[in-house]
């Protein structure tokens, strides 16, 4: 019977227009091209948020207890409408799946109750409304630039508590010399933000660390990357391009999709990201999810903090 097992309407389409016999004529890329689109693989150009929701899901079931019992004790999470998917019965969204782990790594090496905590770089605040909906912090100071503060001080405003809101500092980049002059804290905090500064304003901030921190928590990237497929356009076009290869206190070139790539540029983030000559790292670890992005946890004449295991710890490669 000649329609026993025809193609749907669908595969009609897609064998006229994209799986046709000149298709099949050169393999070269066919697994990252159209074709292959069809057949196995969705579409990352246009199907992006499945796939970020599919790695949060997939995230999602590897979390611990203890994540879970962080990311429920943070309230508000879903202001800003946020990709989440549903985890038996919980939502989570990609932000606070990694705040969650963050904060774990975190409080396992540093005595937060009481803690007074500096963050430079925090974003809408995700990591401030963490630490604050999960430990007794005293005093929360956040620096950054004027426009990301507004958000922040909006957001963190509307998602916790008054009393936990009136326990945060708002300093801005130009007020960080005046207004830490005499100030001290337990735990310093950066997250994705040194990287993307002047390497002598990066400098200056670990300095500022050295200086007033006994601990120091930071989770960025080892390096930079020139991969023309992870944003469609050939390098060089986007003029966003040299500016972000001449930031940060890492800037060699790497394929941050090789893991042992990654491992190899880590004694230089190490030794990068250490305020100072009396300071040892008592942690590092790869950083998920993402390839190239690795975290530690400094103390300073290793006196800081008192809970949890010291030593260097490395996680599961990426």
């Not at 390497?199 to 670990?206: G, H, I, K, Q």
């Not at 394929?255 to 540029?265: K, N, Y």
């Amino acid at each position: 019977m000649p329609h026993t097992y025809q193609a749907s309407r669908q595969w009609e389409r897609i064998s006229r227009d994209w799986v046709t016999a000149e298709a099949a004529v050169d393999l070269t890329n066919f697994k990252s091209e159209r074709p292959n689109h069809k057949i196995s693989l969705w579409d990352p150009g246009s199907n992006g948020v499945r796939y970020l929701k599919t790695m949060v899901h997939n995230m999602a079931t590897g979390l611990s207890p203890a994540d879970w019992d962080r990311l429920r004790r943070t309230p508000n999470r879903d202001v800003g409408n946020p990709h989440a998917v549903r985890w038996d019965g919980e939502d989570i969204c990609l932000d606070y799946l990694q705040a969650t782990l963050e904060l774990g790594f975190i409080e396992e090496r540093v005595e937060l109750a009481g803690a007074d905590v500096l963050e430079i770089g925090a974003g809408y605040g995700r990591t401030c409304h963490t630490l604050l909906s999960n430990h007794d912090i005293a005093t929360y100071c956040v620096v950054d630039l004027p426009t990301t503060m507004e958000l922040s001080k909006r957001y963190l405003r509307t998602v916790l508590d008054d009393e936990r809101f009136a326990r945060i500092d708002f300093v801005t980049v130009d007020e960080v010399d005046d207004a830490l002059a005499s100030r001290r804290f337990d735990l310093s905090i950066n997250i994705d933000s040194l990287a993307e500064m002047f390497p002598e304003t990066a400098s200056n901030y670990l300095a500022l660390i050295d200086r007033c921190c006994a601990a120091f928590y930071t989770k960025n990237p080892v390096g930079k990357y020139l991969d023309r497929t992870l944003d469609g356009r050939p390098e060089g076009e986007d003029e966003l391009l040299p500016a972000a290869m001449e930031t940060g206190l890492l800037r060699q070139v790497l394929d941050v999709h090789d893991s042992r790539a990654v491992r190899d540029a880590v004694p230089g983030f190490l030794d990068a990201y250490r305020p100072g000559d009396g300071w040892s790292s008592a942690a590092d670890a790869w950083a998920a999810p993402w390839s190239f992005y690795w975290q530690a946890l400094y103390r300073k004449g290793g006196t800081a903090g008192n809970a949890g295991a010291a030593g260097k710890t490395s996680g599961a490669a990426p």
